[in-house]
């Protein structure tokens, strides 16, 4: 595993954005109609438009913006909203006042022990509080065993084999579980979205935003990443071919967590 985490490129992750805000939205359309939060919290905010998107809508409310990415922060600051932005690691995060919402999209699936994670995050949520949490299930998908695999077999297995893949998620019953002693409203579903993306190589070009980016980073001879992408590419567009239409299909899960503190 490298020392330091690689760099997040927001042009890539970018690429995408209509496909990856979907679920983002999806999930803010469940948050209790009643909620009247004054203290908002978007952990791994990314490039910002859901945190500015909650500013809009909770006006009064003051919200802040944490993640650990100056690159992706810069793109947030650019948009001028009235958000306190905040470089920081969510895994030793804790807010200065109790938080009326916490938004956490596409962010916790990084982190370790979910259960502890989980009961902290309730924890730091005023009475009537609601933590809205969004996970890819990308652990258990087809690109990522293949991204997996490929990893493992070439010349670069060895230097690869400390990388630290995105792990499982918990059931959709041990999150309840968790969180049942904090929160008395929880609602947990599963959503699998299919994304009809397009141009050259596009589950690569999708995963290069994300999953590949600590496998990348740990490869440091350019020939070797070079050969690494080209046989997971091959691999991937064997796995999902191009449809007559030049649309490439891609099934993605997700998880979603809307939990309501007592």
């Known amino acids: 595993m490298t020392d330091a985490p690689p760099a997040w490129d927001p042009r890539q992750y970018s690429r995408f954005q209509a496909e990856r805000d979907r679920a983002a939205l999806d999930l803010l359309l469940r948050l209790p109609g009643d909620l009247d939060p004054r203290e908002i919290w978007d952990l791994g905010c990314g490039a910002g438009?859901?945190?500015?998107?909650?500013?809009?809508?909770?006006?009064?409310?003051?919200?802040?913006?944490?993640?650990?990415?100056?690159?992706?922060?810069?793109?947030?600051?650019?948009?001028?909203?009235?958000?306190?932005?905040?470089?920081?690691?969510?895994?030793?995060?804790?807010?200065?006042?109790?938080?009326?919402l916490i938004l956490a999209n596409a962010s916790l699936h990084w982190l370790p022990d979910h259960p502890a994670l989980a009961r902290r995050l309730a924890e730091t949520l005023a009475p009537g509080g609601v933590l809205a949490i969004q996970m890819?299930?990308?652990?258990e998908t087809r690109h990522h065993m293949l991204l997996r695999a490929v990893a493992a077999e070439g010349p670069w297995a060895a230097t690869l084999a400390g990388v630290e893949a995105i792990a499982p998620l918990l059931s959709p019953e041990a999150y309840y579980e968790v969180l049942s002693g904090t929160c008395g409203e929880i609602d947990v579903w599963t959503t699998t979205y299919l994304h009809a993306l397009t141009g050259p190589d596009p589950v690569l070009e999708w995963m290069k935003g994300t999953a590949l980016r600590p496998f990348l980073a740990a490869l440091g001879d350019p020939a070797m990443r070079e050969a690494f992408v080209s046989a997971l590419g091959a691999r991937l567009s064997e796995a999902f071919p191009s449809r007559p239409d030049r649309v490439t299909l891609l099934p993605f899960p997700r998880l979603f967590l809307v939990a309501r503190r007592r």
Do not use: F, N, Y
């Open 49 to 100: 438009q859901h945190a500015a998107m909650l500013k809009r809508r909770h006006p009064a409310a003051t919200v802040h913006g944490l993640d650990s990415s100056a690159e992706m922060l810069a793109q947030a600051r650019a948009l001028g909203a009235d958000v306190d932005w905040r470089q920081g690691d969510i895994a030793t995060w804790s807010p200065e006042a109790p938080a009326d």
């Open 136 to 139: 890819p299930m990308a652990h």
